[in-house]
């Protein structure tokens, strides 16, 4: 049975970092750079910014969440990734709350996704050894 043990572990490490690699890969390239959805410019543009600053942030922001997803899987056995995450999660969750509150109420929303992505974080940090 330790076998077994030791198996399902790194499986599940392994589902978990892969995971969050692919959200934040997922985020970062589609609803960001492929195509700028006009929730994700909402948000920018609840703060102040214009259309184009907006869309302009929604760009880095893309290529910053691709970055992390790299970091995600290229420091694999490294906490700070997943550390990073689960404190960018409650950060951006906490900025949606503030100033696009209403997304807090969509199907799909960011509540879902933040959490999910926090937990699956969370369980990767503790099955790291």
């Known amino acids: 049975m330790p076998g077994f043990w ?16 692919f959200v934040w890969f ?13 929730d994700e410019l909402a948000m920018t543009m609840a703060i102040g910014l ?29 906490r700070w990734p997943l550390l990073l995450t689960v404190a960018a999660m409650v950060g951006l969750l906490d900025f949606v709350a503030l100033f696009q509150p209403v997304l807090l109420g969509a199907a799909f929303n960011p509540v879902t996704t933040n959490v999910a992505v926090m937990a699956l974080s969370v369980v990767g940090l503790c099955l790291l050894p």
């Open 6 to 21: 030791v198996n399902s572990t790194l499986l599940s490490y392994a589902i978990c970092r892969c995971t969050v690699a």
């Open 26 to 38: 997922y985020q970062g390239l589609v609803p960001k750079l492929l195509n700028q959805h006009e």
């Open 50 to 78: 214009s259309r184009s600053g907006a869309e302009t942030m929604a760009t880095i922001g893309g290529v910053l969440e691709i970055v992390i997803s790299v970091a995600v899987l290229a420091y694999w056995r490294h």
